[in-house]
Nanobody, 119 residues
């Protein structure tokens, strides 16, 4: 059974930081691109950042320079360090796993963790 379990969300003030973590089980972690998506209230889900299976990273323009994605293949974990948070970062954040090989099943989603940035 595949599970992606997020943690680390919460309520913070603008300018503060949060670190989200996602622990994966039931997949060959190193063979998956791991990403973070978010869904702001009343809006569609959007890509925030992705760490590919070969170690490259990509970010949405809105978070470049503020957010950092990292993965630890030994611990089956992907993290998102979020600095200088803004009210517009408020959203439910989801962990995603997409296979790098077409022969592998996927993609998978976590249950989401709420991040609220408010004065």
């Amino acid at each position: 059974q595949v599970q992606l379990v997020e943690s680390g969300g919460g309520l913070v003030l603008p300018g503060e930081s949060l670190r989200l973590s996602c622990v994966a089980s039931g997949i060959i972690f190193r063979a998956y691109a791991m990403g973070w998506y978010r869904q702001p209230p009343g809006k569609q889900r959007e890509l925030v950042a992705v760490a590919t299976s070969v170690g490259t990273t990509n970010y949405a323009d809105s978070v470049k320079g503020r957010f950092t994605i990292s993965r630890d293949n030994a611990k089956n974990t992907v993290s998102l360090q979020m600095n200088s948070l803004k009210p517009e970062d408020t959203a439910v954040y989801y962990c995603n796993a997409e296979p790098a090989l077409s022969s592998l099943p996927g993609g998978y989603w976590g249950q989401g963790t709420q991040v609220t940035v408010s004065p």
